[in-house]
């Protein structure tokens, strides 16, 4: 029996006819790791869905979410750079979407887009699960003030945290970064990185070639935080985690690692933001075993070592 059989898919010509599909836009997106993660899952649920990548250009996004409803997709997921753009463009949106003025999920329900967000209960259950670690009474960081770096904002002051402090380029957006946090939020400096209990990279750039500082075509470049210096102020009894899954150890988490801090990079944020977004779509618990052993099992969700 071939292995789709058992799972309960058709043993012949799949995907066929029946096939529910679902799948990631953004730009750049071949490098992404969600199509094994979801098809993992499908496969151990026996749902004959298929789930594949999107490369979608900045200003193509609004013609490919029609297309998406047009052609009768189940969902989406939404990386850079339209996590914000996705939110303004669905129909309906969340109110953690509301507040945060950017998704990372869209549910399609009879043609109607649902913008919803995973981001930043996946990185929660991330850290309890896979560090321990429960940001209740403690005081946070976050670097960086984009969709991502929002989503864990406000994860983080809905989570109980005693404080909230966000460190970005521009002040504005570290501003309005912080206000999702409420009084638990406010905008500071890469000097306050040292007395916090856990630091959160949530900025591109450990991703490769974002430390060149080299733009997209047809964008300027534009300066960004030097992460790898933030680094050198953290230190031991500190949990740090870059966003970035490839690579796995990026400049940011390696000068803290030499510096004493546990270090954890974005892939257990990854696989659990993707199990929400498989219980969004399908309506069935995500098979959270299978999609670990889909990315190397579940000791790739360890914290890095140095």
């Not at 949530?202 to 992460?227: C, D, I, K, N």
């Not at 954890?264 to 098979?287: D, F, I, K, Y």
Request: aromatic share 4%; net charge positive.
């Amino acid at each position: 029996m071939t292995s789709a059989a058992a799972a309960g898919r058709p043993a012949v010509a799949w995907p066929g006819a029946r096939t529910e599909l679902v799948g990631v836009v953004g730009d750049p997106v071949r490098h992404s790791l969600s199509p094994l993660l979801h098809n993992a899952a499908f496969a151990a649920l026996g749902l004959d869905w298929a789930y594949v990548a999107f490369p979608v250009a900045r200003s193509e996004l609004a013609v490919a979410l029609a297309g998406a409803r047009a052609l009768g997709l189940r969902g989406l997921s939404v990386t850079m750079p339209h996590k914000e753009a996705i939110a303004r463009a669905a129909d309906q949106r969340s109110r953690a979407v509301e507040r945060l003025g950017a998704a990372n999920t869209v549910v399609l329900r009879s043609g109607i887009a649902v913008a919803e967000t995973t981001d930043g209960v996946g990185l929660l259950d991330d850290l309890r699960e896979g560090a321990g670690f429960d940001a209740s009474g403690l005081r946070c960081a976050v670097v960086g003030a984009g969709g991502a770096a929002r989503a864990v904002v406000l994860a983080l002051a809905e989570a109980g945290a005693r404080s909230v402090v966000v460190v970005n380029r521009t002040a504005d957006r570290a501003a309005q970064a912080a206000a999702l946090a409420g009084s638990a939020g406010r905008v500071g400096t890469p000097g306050e990185l040292a007395d916090v209990a856990l630091v959160v990279q949530a900025t591109p750039a450990g991703m490769p070639g974002a430390a060149s500082g080299a733009a997209r075509p047809g964008e300027p470049a534009r300066p960004g935080l030097a992460v790898a210096a933030l680094a050198r102020r953290l230190g031991a009894g500190q949990l740090v985690v870059d966003l970035v899954y490839h690579p796995p150890m990026t400049p940011f988490l390696a000068e803290a690692a030499s510096r004493g801090a546990t270090v954890r990079n974005g892939l257990g944020m990854l696989v659990h933001q993707a199990a929400h977004q498989c219980s969004l779509w399908t309506g069935e618990s995500a098979p959270l075993e299978a999609m670990w052993a889909a990315v190397g099992g579940r000791t790739a969700g360890r914290p890095v070592e140095p």
